[in-house]
Structure formats: structure tokens, C-alpha cells
């Protein structure tokens, strides 16, 4: 008799994880079924996003931010630096080290929870008497078996066409976070946020950067106002960007890579890099789950289909996260996971699709929620603007870091907040106000009356709500 359970989770990145844990909480029997593994053959419990993804990717910004001002702005505070020098090696190891911690995390929050944990790839075996049998293939093969099935299987690194990772040279996410020495030169094809990320990791520790991207505009999800802000501060600091690029043969050799292109201007150009990361977007993950066994229905990208709910073609069988439509986020993949696990419960999860932040972790950062001002004028919604810049924020002087603005948009009639787009110091982290702004329905003028603490970076949002009116007080 196969072990069963109220409700399996397949994946243990930020969606399955926590829908596991949520699950667990609501009083379910729950399995997880996850078959990372560390460098010891081990589980690595978090997915993508913890072990090469958004967790690895921030503690090498951190590291090469931290070395960037050292070398080049601790002067302007009297701190004179003689002698840096850089320990890649030791900054990867410390990156592994951040890693294995969310790692043992979220084992540790699996026993807490009470959730059985399976070490190994899971995939769908039969369907019958009202219960699903999925088999786990890790060091030992078997079968259990349960009423609901939540798949977050997440995502794979889209390769070009002809061109595999090989994850020496050319490189995807997760070869770009084991780069074992500063490349003199680095070629980024696409302009994504991963690609973004690692560029200004390696830029700052020394390495010559070149972005290739295909569309005509940078950061074409981005506002545009705050899309040109950022290319402006990338471009000054170094990051060469060429756009409207069509990419053609790539060579991979001992000497490195060699990409030829045709430019915007329709000129055949080659582009010689010792390591090249290819950043061209993510594709759902649904290898070896046999949905086809079940009839699990698949759409043309190969993402599971689901509806507003998360439920799929199946009775009782759930997706969330990056395999479903959607952004690829993992705080999108989070809210999902909860949603569903209240919705088995016989709740009623919320994911509000409008209110999702999302954040590019370069510097200036990059953070927005809502809707562009493109976008808006694309719909014929009426609008008010307001932006305020980071360089009339005392608490940015103080911190020398004054690139940037604070945007926001809102209904010209009703002056509800239609979005708010940051670039410039820890967008990622004043952004959250917004989002709960915009949760709650609230105005530009609810922001403009609200009491922000001085000097502090929030001000700079409390600014731009003031501009919607066109009253700022300190620009």
C-alpha cells in the first residue's frame, strides 16, 4: 500500500514549499517532493530561486557592491583603501554559505510544519478511485499517493535555438553565479533582470560588459521615463548597451566566445567575449512529470494550463508558480501557494495580479507596481503624474547616492494610485508602501498626507504623490 496523503506538492521552490507549509498549517496530511541536490548529493530544498536564482544573485551584488566602494567611494567619506584585492573564490564560498542556510531553513520549517519530505523527482504514475499516485525517483525509488497534487515545478533557462548552455562559456543563470575568475570581457545576450544582475555583479568586480538586446527598447516592460533614467546611470557606469541587435552565429572555443550580430543600423559586427550569459527569459518546467499519463493539459509553451483559481483539467490537481501563466516571480509563486492551499481548505485565496511588485536588483534598483504610463495611454485611461528625484532627498545626499526618481500615476477623476515606478537606492524596499497603497484602493493624497519619517528615502515617494497635485515642497 503506497504512503497517502491529503495533499502532494511537487516542487520545493518558493511555490511548492509554501504551499506545503500552508497546507500543513490548515490541518492536511502533506507530502513535498523535490529533487534539488547539493554539492554532496543532498536535498536543497527552495528551487531556483534559493540556489541559483534570486537568493545567490543578491549575495554576489552584495559582495561586488561592497567592493565597488571600497575601490571607488569610500574616499569621498576620508576612508582611504590601499592594497584591494579580490578573493573570488572566498565570495562564491560565501554565496554557497547564504545559500545552504535558506537551504537548512526551510528544512527546519518542514519538521516545525509536520510535512513529509521526498528527495528525488516526482511524476505523475495513475489516476484512480479519487486519488493520484505519483512516483519519486531519487536514490531509491516509490510510490505514494493523494487527494489534491499542487505541481511547482518552476522553470528552466531558455537556451537559444543551436545553442546549448554548456555552462563554461556559455553561460545561464546558474553558470553565471559559478564564474570562478573576473572574465576581462562578459557578453549578456537580452537585457532581462538576471541578465541585468549578473552584468552589474561582474562590471563592478573589473570585467567588460556588452549587452545585446534585440528589441528597440531598453526594459521595454518598464516605464519608460524610468526605463531611460536607468539606461542613462547603467551607461555611465560602464555597461555598454546596444539595442535593436539581431543575433546570429555563436562560436564557443577554448580563446572564449564569438557572437556575430547585425546592429540597429544594419551592420554585421562581432563581438569577441572570454564568457558569454545567455538571458533571454524562462520556460515552464514540466519535464519528466508524464502529464501525459493523466491528461494533465499543456499549453503551446508547454505551461500547464489553469484557471483564475489555479485548478487545471484535473479534479483535485493544483499549479502555481512559474509553471502556470503569469509572471515569473517567486512572490507571485508564494501568494499562489497559499491561495490554494486556503482554496482546498474550502477558503477563499486571494492573488491580486495588479498589486504583484516587481524589482530589478541592479544599481540604481529598479522596483514598480501598477501600471506604465504607456500602458495607460494605450487604454485611453485619463491620468495624473507626479515624479520626484533622489537628488533632492536629503537622506540620498547623505548616502551619496542621488540617481533617480520616484513616479506616480493616478486616475485623473478619482485620483486612485494606478501605479508608482521607482529607480534609484532601495527601490525594492520602498515600493512595499505602494503596493499596500494600491491594495487598499488608496490616492495620491492619502501618500501626501501621510507623516513620513526625515530624513528618510520613503520622502521621496510622499514627494511624488504631492506632484500628482503639483504642490511638492522640496523640489
Partial sequence: M?????VIVIG???????????????GFNVACIDEWKNAKGGPA???????????????????????????????????????????VAKM??????????????????????????FHG???????KDGLYEIKVAGTAEETIAGKHVIIATGSNARALPGTPFDEVNILSNDGALRIGAVPKKLGLIGSGVIGLEMGSVWRRLGAEVTVLEGLPTFLGAVDQQIAKEAHKAFVKQGLKIELGVQVGEIKSGKKGVSVAYTNAKGEAVSLDVDKLIISIGRVANTI???????GLALDERG????????????????????????PMLAHKAEEEGVAVAERIAGQHGHVNFNTIPWVIYTNPEIAWVGQTEEQLKAAGRAYKAGTFPFMANGRA?????????VKMLADAATDEILGVHIVGPMASELIAECVVAMEFRASSEDIARICHAHPSLSEATKEAALAVDKRTLNF
Fill in 288 to 294: 519528466g512529470l508524464a502529464a501525459d499519463v493523466v
Fill in 397 to 405: 545626499r547623505a548616502l551619496g547616492d542621488t540617481t533617480g526618481m
Fill in 92 to 117: 562564491v564560498a560565501r554565496k554557497d554559505t547564504v545559500v545552504k542556510q535558506n537551504n537548512d531553513g526551510i528544512v527546519y520549517l518542514f519538521k516545525k510544519n509536520k510535512v513529509t519530505f
Fill in 121 to 127: 523527482r516526482g511524476s505523475f504514475v495513475a489516476a
Fill in 303 to 326: 505551461a500547464i494550463v489553469v484557471d483564475g483559481d489555479c485548478k487545471t483539467n484535473l479534479p483535485n490537481v493544483w499549479a502555481v508558480g512559474d509553471v502556470v501563466r503569469g
Fill in 45 to 87: 530544498l527552495g528551487g531556483t530561486c534559493t540556489n541559483v536564482g534570486c537568493i545567490p544573485s543578491k549575495a554576489l551584488l552584495q559582495s561586488s557592491e561592497h567592493f565597488e566602494q571600497a575601490g571607488h567611494h569610500f574616499a569621498d567619506h576620508g576612508i582611504n583603501v590601499s592594497g584591494l584585492s579580490l578573493d
Fill in 12 to 26: 520545493g521552490g518558493p511555490g511548492g514549499y509554501i504551499a506545503a507549509i500552508r497546507a500543513a498549517q490548515l
Fill in 2 to 6: 503506497s504512503k497517502q496523503f491529503d
